[in-house]
């Protein structure tokens, strides 16, 4: 699945009830709550985080990388001799991101019952949470989203 593939697989997404893991559901629910209290979240919409030509919103990417510290990755790297972006890496020795974890964890967010199903997927607004932690949990709910869907 390529990156365009997956934003509209998520702008046209709709939630099955019937898919949803019961202990994933409370956990994600629990973090977009802390999210939505936490007055220092800044939000983005779908629409927002492509530029022209496809590109990711370089204002989008500076905010995420000051943030959490954080590098962009455009492609994920392979044969990491140092583990640096390694799956099995525990999410708080994490040091570079991708635009495949930016729709995981707008993927995510969407599946929470705080965001309004009635509304287009592409203006919803999507938080980035001030916590690191909160930012990487939600890629990791959003990609298991993902993955439990393929399967």
């Given at each position: 699945m390529t990156v365009r593939q997956y934003l509209d697989k998520i702008i046209n997404f709709r939630v099955d009830e019937s898919?949803?893991?019961?202990?994933l559901k409370v956990d994600l629910e629990r973090l977009v709550l802390k999210i939505s209290l936490d007055e220092k979240a800044i939000y983005f919409t779908l629409n927002s985080l492509f530029q022209e030509r496809s590109e990711l919103n370089s204002e989008l990417?500076?905010?995420?990388t000051n943030r959490y510290g954080?590098?962009?990755?455009d492609k994920k790297e392979t044969g990491n001799v140092c583990f640096a972006n390694s799956e099995e890496l525990r999410l708080e020795y994490k040091q570079s991101f991708t635009a495949f974890d930016l729709l995981d964890l707008c993927y995510a967010v969407l599946h929470s019952s705080l965001y309004n199903k009635d509304l287009e997927n592409?203006?919803?607004k999507i938080p980035l949470p001030m916590d690191s932690n909160v930012f990487w949990k939600?890629?990791?709910i959003g990609s298991t989203l993902r993955n439990q869907e393929r399967e």
């Open positions: 898919k949803e893991k019961d202990l990417l500076k905010s995420i954080l590098l962009f990755l592409d203006i919803q939600l890629i990791q």
